[in-house]
């Protein structure tokens, strides 16, 4: 059974900086391609960043551009998403699904001061 | 990247079959057939129902079943139950390692 558990949420002020980690397990890491998905209280799915099962390709959403990074440890089996510059608007419960297809239990971000 | 566009809600009665869409452009949906859905209950993580616009995972009732016809993707559920009862997100692969999700359908079995 895939597991996939995040950590590293919590409550940060605005220009704050947290990690996201996403440990899996009872899959070959490796193999697949990884994604961050996040849900702002009340709303909907919005897709966050990807990274290739290599990670040697990785894209964001305009939104996070520049201020997100989605990195991979396959040593670890953990995924990563290292976020600065935190704004208000990115409070959210945020996923990590490999390839859509499982997901995670998600961790919540709240950015407030 | 903007969110593809999904009515706010449709409802059908137990059996009865619904039809939920998902309209994008030919940069993301009419341009890939990798467009997928995800089921979510209230509180709870989104569960992938189809993918490659026609696939289902192992354990997806064929019940579930996906379409594409240019750029709009549809959902169809068949022989409605109450446990279907839940929010419906259409996800899209949209060139360059990019993604980009509708904004969400609200289905109510009646």
């Known amino acids: 059974q895939v597991q996939l558990v995040e950590s590293g949420g919590g409550v940060v002020q605005p220009g704050g900086s947290l990690r996201l980690s996403c440990a899996a397990s009872?899959?070959?890491?490796?193999?697949?391609?990884m994604h961050w998905v996040r849900q702002a209280p009340g709303k909907g799915l919005e897709w966050v960043a990807f990274i290739r099962s290599d990670g040697s390709n990785k894209n964001y959403a305009d939104s996070v551009r520049g201020r997100f990074t989605i990195s991979r440890d396959t040593s670890k089996n953990t995924l990563y998403l290292q976020m600065n510059g935190l704004r208000a608007e990115d409070t959210a419960v945020y996923y990590c699904a490999q390839d859509l297809l499982d997901w995670g239990q998600g961790t919540l971000v709240t950015v407030s001061s | 990247q903007s969110a593809l566009t999904q009515p706010r809600s449709v409802s059908g009665s137990p059996g009865q079959s619904v039809t939920i869409s998902c309209t994008g452009t030919?940069?993301?949906?009419?341009?890939?057939?990798?467009v997928a859905w995800c089921q979510q209950h209230p509180g709870k993580a989104p569960k992938l129902m189809t993918y490659?616009?026609?696939k289902r995972p192992s354990g997806v009732p064929d019940r579930f079943s996906g379409s594409k016809s240019g750029n709009t993707a549809s959902l169809t559920i068949s022989g409605l139950q109450a446990e279907d009862e839940a929010d419906y997100y259409c996800c899209s692969f949209a060139g360059s390692y990019t993604w980009v999700f509708g904004g969400g359908t609200k289905l109510t079995v009646l």
């Open positions: 030919s940069s993301d949906v009419g341009g890939y057939n990798s």
């Open positions: 009872a899959f070959t890491f490796s193999s697949y391609g």
């Open positions: 490659d616009v026609t």
